[in-house]
């Protein structure tokens, strides 16, 4: 019963609330009534938006979205295996070359730069001992060797100077020997040839006095001949050679003439006449073979006639080449054989003229040639008289003989001398052969010393040997400390730290690896290079280029602008909910400390740009029923707008303003926008209540402007 009672209360207090909410309600609805209905009555003028004609920049643009990137991102690894026990950096730190990163912990690699340190130590102790041993080896054995180094150069010094000796007198004795014999030779043959000669002697002065006589009764007989024959038979050949080279000097004009007169025009008037046979048989023998072609395609004539015409028009053809090229060279060579004829004309005169000059000239040669054989029978005569005072030589061949004769005893006992010389040469040969036995003796101590100081290279070779010892100890020790070290990873660029991957305690493996990657510590992002990785429209890449300057603003920093350019245009595309784009890659001019990887970005890719010209906003800009540009220009706006449509000539269409070519002036004021207020109707259910409002465009209410 109590619970029926409480619930009666609770529905009597919510049906009370309802009427109160009710009441609220309509007093609302009433005051908004009311409100409308006196904002209607204020608002009974059209609602206009205006701009001004001014100068500025007409900017056309394509934009893009996209997001920050840095130039580089670069994953550091350490080359050391082992745990991390310090990390240096956090997401977000800007950290700078050589800034440490991280530490690996340094106990094995510590451990292994001692043991080479050791080994090292080890090593130079070896190299100190073996040098012990080389200077104790070195100190006894040079005084022997360069002992016995100097008894074998001795040895070689005395042997050489043997065998010198021996070979110079040797040469010597043998060229003297040579030299004595080959005078014996030649004091032999003098003997012998002035035998000879003291033995001809006599025939000889016979024979050059005989021959003399002859040579003298021949110039005699020569000069005679010359006389009464010669001389009357040349001068009557030489009067025939004039006569006849007149002849020929005769003929030669009379052909010229002959040429000239029949044979050229002759030869001109054959050479034509074939030309025109030539040429009449060939148009023939074309026409003939056109019409057996005719009639062959119709199957009138059989093929043999075709190819007779043929054949007949080949050798038309070639008599008509035959005769043209007759016809082209005929005066050439008419000219030639008139070149020749006066040519032959010129050789018959120049020799007729030579032939008077001969027998001008003839009889002062024929003097000289006489004065000449009277000179060689001069001569003749005296070679006689010669010869015959010549007979004195018999005696002087008899005293050349006896002087031949000393000569060669004398050269004989020079060979006698020489041959006595070879006994020393016996003497010089046993010299030779004790320096010898010498030398054998003094090698064969230098060959013992030289054993005895192998034992020096035997201890150099032990130095060389600890010395690489102590390099390879040098090397592990260096290897050693450089693991060591790189157990300190620092950053190799500037850069921002994007990523860490590891934390301290983790165990990474060696970037040096061959079998792994390595374990990436972080990942630095170089920043001294931020780029823009853009999508650009399909439809609007035909409108950026590499180079083309660009707006970049960024959602973090709304207002602020980044210049930038296009460094690259990707190949590669992505698609997007059916819309293709093109990835752009534009680099800002100067990087912001502020940007960060990842960051949305818009660019505004700067297609045409033109400065301080006419413009208006681009809503401004309306185009009638036949096409043409207007604007609307606005002459008064209260308290009743008065409106003029004024056709204008654009230019650059921007992406906001456009330029205007013609027909406005700076500072003229040009509608945007244009709307009239619709009637305010109460509705509600059965009576008054609220009204609607509505923009109208401009182009409906033309009635209301004026014109």
């Known amino acids: 019963m109590a619970f029926l009672v409480w619930g ?13 909410w009710a009441i609220g309600i309509f007093a609302a609805i009433a005051v908004l009534v009311g409100y409308w209905r006196v904002r209607a009555a204020q608002s009974s003028q059209p609602f206009i938006q205006t701009a001004k004609v001014e100068r500025t920049t007409v900017t056309l ?199 000239k007169e029949a044979i050229v025009p002759q030869q001109r008037t054959q050479a034509q006449a074939n030309y025109e046979q030539a040429k009449a048989q060939l148009e023939n023998a074309e026409k003939n073979l056109q019409r057996q072609r005719e009639l062959f395609e119709k199957g009138f004539v059989a093929k043999s006639q075709l190819d007779a015409a043929e054949a007949q028009y080949a050798a038309a053809k070639a008599q008509f080449d035959a005769a043209t090229e007759k016809w082209r060279t005929v005066e050439q060579e008419l000219s030639a054989m008139l070149k020749t004829a006066e040519a032959q004309v010129a050789e018959a005169k120049a020799q007729w003229e030579n032939a008077k000059e001969r027998l001008r000239t003839l009889d002062t040669d ?94 150099e070779a032990d130095i060389k040997t600890a010395k690489a010892q102590v390099a390879r100890a040098l090397a592990g020790l260096r290897n050693a400390r450089i693991q060591l070290a790189d157990t300190v990873i620092v950053a190799p660029r500037h850069g921002v730290i994007v990523e860490k991957l590891v934390e301290e305690g983790t165990v990474i493996s060696s970037g040096m690896s061959a079998f792994a990657q390595g374990t990436t510590i972080v990942r630095l992002a170089d920043m001294s290079r931020v ?71 818009t660019c505004e890719f700067q297609v045409e740009r033109k400065e301080n010209v006419l413009a208006v906003p681009n809503e401004a800009i309306k185009e009638d029923e036949e096409g043409r540009t207007y604007v609307e220009v606005a002459k008064r706006l209260n308290p009743h707008p008065e409106l003029e449509r004024r056709y204008v000539e654009i230019g650059l269409q921007g992406t906001t303003m456009t330029e205007i070519v013609k027909g406005l002036k700076e500072g003229e004021v040009v509608v945007t926008l244009f709307a009239l207020p619709q009637a305010i109707q109460p509705q509600m259910a059965g009576g008054p209540g609220m009204r609607g409002m509505a923009g109208t465009p401009i182009g409906g209410m033309r009635g209301l402007m004026r014109r």
């Open 8 to 20: 009666e209360t609770l529905m009597r207090r919510w049906l009370k609330r309802r009427w109160l």
């Open 366 to 459: 024929l003097k000289a040639a006489l004065r000449e054989a009277e000179a060689r029978v001069v001569q003749a005569k005296a070679q006689l008289e010669s010869a015959k005072a010549n007979a004195i030589q018999d005696q002087l061949r008899q005293q050349e003989v006896e002087a031949a004769l000393a000569a060669l005893r004398q050269v004989k006992a020079q060979l006698e001398a020489a041959k006595a010389e070879a006994f020393t040469v016996q003497q010089r040969r046993a010299e030779v052969a004790a320096a010898f036995a010498a030398l054998v003796q003094a090698e064969a101590a230098y060959r013992q010393a030289l054993a005895n100081a192998q034992q020096v290279q035997v201890r």
């Open 61 to 259: 643009t394509v934009s893009a979205s996209g997001t920050i990137q840095p130039y580089k991102i670069v994953e550091v690894k350490s080359k050391a295996a082992g745990k991390v026990i310090q990390m240096a950096v956090e997401v977000g730190d800007r950290v700078k070359k050589g800034q440490l990163i991280a530490r690996i912990d340094p106990t094995d690699t510590q451990t292994a730069v001692e043991q080479a340190q050791a080994d090292l130590d080890a090593a130079l102790a070896r190299v100190q001992q073996a040098m012990l041993n080389w200077q104790m080896q070195q100190q006894v054995t040079p005084a022997q060797l360069e002992e016995a180094r100097q008894a074998l150069e001795a040895a070689r010094a005395r042997l050489q100077q043997a065998e010198s000796s021996f070979r110079a007198q040797a040469l010597q004795v043998k060229a003297q020997i040579k030299q004595a014999e080959e005078a014996v030779k030649a004091a032999q043959a003098r003997y012998e040839q002035a035998k000879k000669q003291a033995e001809t002697q006599p025939e000889l002065t016979r024979t050059a006095i005989q021959q003399a006589e002859a040579t003298y009764q021949s110039a005699l007989e020569s000069l005679r001949q010359l006389k009464e024959a010669t001389i009357p038979q040349q001068r009557a050949q030489v009067q025939a050679a004039v006569q006849q080279a007149e002849a020929a000097y005769q003929r030669a004009l009379e052909n010229l003439r002959q040429l």
């Open 531 to 601: 780029f823009v990785d853009a999508e650009v429209a399909e439809a609007d890449i035909a409108s950026v280029w590499v180079g083309q300057k660009v707006d970049v603003t960024v959602d973090a920093f709304p207002g602020e602008i980044f210049e930038g350019k296009v460094v690259r245009i990707d190949p590669r595309t992505t698609i997007e909910q059916n819309v293709v784009y093109v990835h752009v890659l534009v680099e800002l001019d100067m990087p912001d400390e502020r940007l960060k990887p990842g960051m949305s970005a």
